[in-house]
């Protein structure tokens, strides 16, 4: 198969949904001839005119806001925040307005809409431009949450989310632009709220988000040369979440890590692994462990950044005392 | 007054509607009283001119936003009592299946794209309504409405700029009603309101908000225009609420005085100084317009009835409509 | 001793403060003759004028804004923002200024100001004034967090947040302005990170966050009744967490019920749970429950709003059946 | 060109910052071609009389807030090279211990509250300074650099709002180069930038910024006005950036042409045309100035070749300041 990279594949996925759909349209800053800043978008605004690829000012909160106007009387934007960290911005169009919409009209209402962001440190970019804040739209009921793992999940899931007939958030990783994945030429969808197991395993269950999907398959490899049989799995989208193909993987393993690249406190690991440890309790051999992020801004300096983010070595160590039965807190 | 439509059965429509609204607030600021409506509202009276005389020059396809002080606007662009009742009322037939109550009224069916208890929180909505107009090339306008107080929040001037850049089919009106909750517009507004959408290039107007002929008048030229392409635009509204912030605001007199409230009920109510031209132009007399008034009392006497009787949502509703299919 | 409404405490707790530091300051909608909507602020500007109590406009990231450069130049302001549900307007101001400016200048800037807003549902408000989004500032490094279940908290909190050289929000449960506690005439301040054994007992552990502390001691008082003695625990602050105290109490009751008012999902109780999984799962006789608000929008009509927010009779329900060793999930 | 500042002495240290700037800036980018800095940074070349001519007029009491865009603000400020260059290349004597890095580069020393990388972030913080002064009696004055592009967040508009209520002590100094990352300021901005200050009742400026002495004078005259409440005030400041939007944007073209940067290099300089002007008044030497630049060059050769050996801060940090004491 074709390998391509998870810029192309988001770039294919828009450009077919756009082609498909006229309702369907893109703005955000910079998105048109410059293609955004990461060149995702590149060649979309030749191909569909400026009408649907829309170049706004530096307003997030009023191009947001446009949006789910725009949405709820029948268009499908596709808004393009440049950083993920500039979602504090919109945080009230999205939660307080397109989150709630449907609910709040009792149904007659929609906000068919897709927010596309990003996350990911070690990028040496500070900490306004390193953040992963999934955990923040992930809490909002009415909002969806996809956080593709490779172009093969950048592309299917972004069809889906703007077909989707509600605000979907997906966070892309800045540092995985470039990443090459086999994707199918063939048009093909990935539903909301099916996991992806990655890798089987017999001992413990391995569960990443976007970038922390390799981290956990590079921790698996390391584990498997010590016999230590790890399964990978991928929610792929934290809202809906497929508890049920994490829990059935937890049951068979009975020990398990959850790594995500946002702050462990309060964040993405507590839910998935409180839901692990509340229904899989009497499967558990060992505490379900959580892997975030450090809970301290992203600082710029490399010496400190790479010390944040969870890593394969790390992920490993954890797995091997699990499986060891060893403390990792004192009891 | 400005002489804006040109029958008689347009300027009855307009002065029911008035009625229909002050009628309404009547009612629910009664509900309230009694302890029969849960929570609090916000009453539109004193500011009948602006919704009815802004609504009239729409179509049921043009779409307006609406905000916390929501009624009128509801009324205005449309609704029916029975459902607006039940809505506030937290009853499953209520527009919004009790789900939205006063604050989040909207009714798609005539273009009302919801109230907003967030200040300015609609602005988006209504200029993105209007961009999808552009975009889809329909040739629907969008009005939104607001507050004095909500020219304070930044996404004002955000969407301002985009709907001057792209020439956008949306008409902002500001009603200013001299007031944001218990602060006086001068003591939290700085310069010139209508200098502010002017500086975006965007025409702006200042309008009695109590004449509902000469907000009808401007609406109809600036909607004809916006439909061109000639749009945005922004109108500045000058009216008054008669009630309090809310309906639970009943001591008023620490920010505003009993005269001022006296002032503008007796000289400038815009129902009156309406009925009056109508009787004196001839129009229609007396009678005719206080059996209007009476049978829109009826009707709203019978909605309430109505939504007082009427079943709430089942509880299975709680968790339905988080998501749309 | 006397007892004062929560609302008297957080007033004498700035006026104290204001008093006895200058540089200290209130700002806010409607904060001077009002006193707020809910009046909690009353007699404050008579007290310290304009100057030191100031009617903003309706611009909460502006506010905000102001509020953090103030902070950053000598003094100590209190904003007062009206609505939980406002927070999402002033995330940037909140997560990417003030939480990250002592960081990202190696120390040497420092944010002392407090943020207080409310929470808390079953108010008939609606779906956009009735949220409790401790959640969203917990998961942001850099923002302590306090949520004050009686007056008594109220004051002593208010007092450590104003004098702390961190940015602080403080949330206060809107529907417990009017309760009364005893609270002492004397001077006294709550230290941020110690939790409070509201309640001693030895089968369960009941942590419960602001209102639902009270939930949680009528839980509690029905469970007594049964013979079953539960213990239950204020956090009172979330940032820092007082986890030890927690652990204590888990390790010796074995059993837990974590309970907040805020979304369920990617909560609050998501946090707190999965610590006590991790670090005390070899002393758990019974998965850590979990009850959070539901995950939907908070709707207006009374017969529905009152089933999003965990009960006493709920939580009972819930003790009863972790005390009896019944399966609250499949296994 | 206007004459500001009275003696030679000042228009020589005006002088010698802007090459300081543009020196510190070609370091940089030379860092950054040569793969010797982390991250990427926003060039401030061609704009140095913009902070230069304000920073000219202020004291270190006096605050500044900054830009994504920061350096020249740092540098006009009072910063040393030696710990800016440690900044940008993440070593613990950096100003901010190597955790900010250029886009937070701060230096509390000399007033200079920090770069910012959200775009507008800091006005709500430059007000706030001010308002501090006013509550606290001080008579600083706060200036808040920002872009044109900055102009599109409705914080702008929400911090002038109550700057304007409030008399407070801060100018709004809008840096307007042209462009927006990749984007001409037409494209995103309507009507005029200086009527949305004029609308607020803000006294507003249009100045060359490529003329040093017309912006220290307008400066200096702005901030004696805003010492004594007068306040506040804005400025636009027209200017240029000569290198791409950051050190990575190398192919412009799309964009902007060649030809139009260099009619800016060649015939807008700030630096060669201060320098025409300090010759032809026979203020200073083309010799001693060609000194002063060498001893600036050298300066920033000697702090480059410091932060390159310099440590990093120790791993032990990565948590330390995520809370004050
Ligand atoms: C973002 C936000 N801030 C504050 C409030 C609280 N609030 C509700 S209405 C109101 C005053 C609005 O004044 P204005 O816009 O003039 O409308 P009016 O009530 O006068 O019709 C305020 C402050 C809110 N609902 N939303
Ligand atoms: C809130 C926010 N939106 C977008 C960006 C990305 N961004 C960084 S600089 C910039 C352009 C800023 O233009 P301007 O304000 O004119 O400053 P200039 O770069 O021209 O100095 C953009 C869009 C950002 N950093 N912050
Ligand atoms: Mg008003
Ligand atoms: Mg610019």
């Known amino acids: ?331 | 007054m400005a002489k804006a439509k040109s029958n008689s059965e347009d300027y009855l429509r307009m002065y029911r509607q008035m009625v229909r609204i002050r009628t309404f607030e009547d009612n629910a600021n009664q509900l309230y009283l009694s302890a029969k409506m849960p929570g609090l509202t916000h009453m539109y009276s004193g500011e009948e001119a602006v919704a009815v005389g802004i609504c009239e020059a729409l179509t049921d396809a043009d779409r307006i936003t609406s905000t916390h002080r929501g009624h009128g606007h509801c009324v205005a662009k449309g609704a029916n009592f029975k459902e607006m009742f039940c809505e506030l009322l937290g009853k499953a037939e209520g527009y919004c299946r009790g789900k939205g109550g006063s604050m989040h009224i909207a009714d798609q069916s005539h273009g009302n794209l919801g109230a907003n208890a967030i200040v300015g929180g609609s602005m988006g909505i209504a200029t993105g309504s209007a961009l999808r107009a552009k975009l889809l090339g329909a040739d629907d306008v969008t009005v939104c409405f607001f507050g004095d107080g909500a020219t304070a929040q930044g996404l004002m001037y955000e969407v301002m700029n985009m709907a001057a850049l792209w020439h956008l089919p949306v008409i902002y009106a500001c009603e200013n009603n001299g007031y944001s909750e218990y602060t006086r517009t001068e003591e939290i507004a700085a310069g010139s309101i209508t200098a502010r959408a002017e500086a975006f290039g965007i025409e702006a107007h200042q309008v009695d908000g109590q004449d509902v002929l000469a907000v009808n008048d401007l609406t109809r030229k600036l909607v004809a225009r916006a439909r061109k392409g000639e749009g945005p635009f922004f109108m500045e509204l000058m009216t008054y609420r008669y009630h309090g912030h809310h309906v639970g605001d009943i001591n008023r007199e620490y920010y505003r005085s009993k005269d001022e409230e006296k002032d503008w009920r007796d000289n400038r109510d815009p129902i009156i100084r309406f009925r009056a031209y109508l009787v004196s132009e001839g129009i229609v007399t007396e009678e005719d317009l206080d059996a209007m008034n009476a049978e829109v009392e009826r009707d709203a006497a019978e909605a309430v009835a109505y939504a007082l009787d009427a079943a709430y949502p089942d509880v299975s509703e709680v968790d339905m409509h988080v998501f749309a299919a």
Not at chain 1, 11 to 16: G, R
Not at chain 1, 34 to 54: C, D, H, N, Q, Y
Not at chain 1, 141 to 153: D, H, N, R, T
């Open chain 1, 1 to 331: 198969m074709r390998e391509i990279t998870l810029s192309q594949a988001v770039n294919e996925a828009i450009a077919e949904e756009m082609r498909r759909d006229p309702t369907v349209f893109l703005m955000g800053e910079d998105v048109a001839e410059a293609g955004t800043p990461f060149k995702v978008l590149s060649g979309l605004v030749e191909e569909f005119g400026t009408g649907r690829v829309i170049d706004t000012p530096i307003s997030e909160p009023g191009f947001v806001g446009l949006a789910v106007g725009a949405a709820m009387t029948g268009a499908r934007p596709i808004v393009d925040l440049m950083f993920g960290d500039f979602i504090y911005l919109v945080m009230d169009q999205l939660c307080n307005q397109a989150a709630k919409q449907h609910y709040m009209s009792g149904g007659k209402l929609t906000v068919p809409m897709v927010l596309r962001t990003n996350m990911g440190a070690t990028r040496r970019s500070a900490a306004q431009h390193s953040q992963s804040l999934q955990a923040l739209v992930a809490h909002i009921p009415g909002l969806k949450v996809a956080m593709p793992s490779s172009a093969y999940e950048a592309k299917g899931l972004m069809k889906t989310a703007i077909r989707d007939n509600n605000p979907v958030v997906i966070f892309e990783d800045k540092l995985m632009y470039q990443d090459r994945a086999p994707v199918p030429e063939e048009e093909y969808l990935i539903p909301f709220g099916v996991a992806n197991v990655k890798r089987e395993g017999s001992d413990i269950t391995l569960i990443g988000t976007s970038s922390m999907v390799q981290v956990a398959e590079k921790a698996a490899e390391i584990l498997a040369a010590e016999g230590i049989s790890a399964e990978v799995i991928d929610p792929r989208t934290i809202v809906p979440l497929d508890e049920a193909t994490l829990l059935d993987s937890v049951k068979k393993t009975s020990r398990a890590i959850v790594i995500d690249e946002g702050h462990q406190s309060y964040g993405v690991t507590a839910e998935i692994a409180s839901r692990l440890n509340e229904k899989a309790f009497y499967h558990l051999d060992a505490p379900v462990l959580r892997m975030g992020a450090m809970d301290v801004p992203v600082p710029f300096s490399p010496a400190l950044e790479d010390l944040t983010v969870p890593t394969p070595e790390q992920v490993a160590a954890n797995a091997r005392k699990l499986c060891a039965g060893e403390l990792i807190h004192a009891a």
